[in-house]
């Protein structure tokens, strides 16, 4: 009990199209290619009460193509680009472990088209993941983790906003039970359209950080935050 996998941790290709949600660019008509590609998942798909799991959610970039971190600021007249919003709507019972999602460093530069601004972004493929614990006493049988992701991605011509609603499975076994520990995919359940993935983002928590902070360091703030 309160076991929790050690090291990054892949989830399996999509075998579904609902397991997987493409960001498509391109004239109508014509030929799209896929900007952003999503998937969802847990980092073990069978979890005992006392077991902690990580919620991941896995995106892979189109070349030249990025989106903004999830602490990427704005300039004091609010102009900027629209930072990474992910967020778990339903714990279906668990509790969280992590006050939000982190991911990789972002990459820091300063902004060609926002003077005095410095744009956070992620390229190429990440993965974002937040922990939660299963109580002692919850009860044997199958918990659905919700959440919405909304993003804004850029080249340097264009930037698109989208976004989705998404559901992952999670089975509960009993003590005498042995879990698997292979991770599992969640399902996307909604899209959003550019309207709905803009308001997400308006609406989402502005966090601190977009990276794990260290242990030392967190004790030291809880520390202090106790004084």
Known sequence: QGLLAAGPVSLPAAQQPSQKFEQLSGPRGGTQV??????VGVDRGQVQPGDRVKVLVGVELA????IYAFDQGLLPDDSGPNRTVIELSDL????????????PAPHAA?????EGLTEKTWEGKATFERELEVPARVAAGPLVVKGTAAWQACNAEICKWAGFEFEIPLEVVGADAE????P?????????KM???QNAIAAGPVVAQA???APGARETRQTAAAA
């Open 34 to 39: 896929a900007v952003t590609s999503w998937r």
């Open 63 to 66: 070349p030249e193509w990025h």
């Open 92 to 103: 279906a019972g668990l509790t969280a472990v992590d006050p939000q999602f982190y991911g």
């Open 110 to 114: 300063a902004s060609a088209q926002y």
């Open 179 to 182: 879990p698997q520990a292979a």
């Open 184 to 192: 599992a995919l969640g399902q996307i359940r909604q899209p959003l």
């Open 195 to 197: 309207s709905q993935a």
């Open 211 to 213: 990276v794990r902070p």
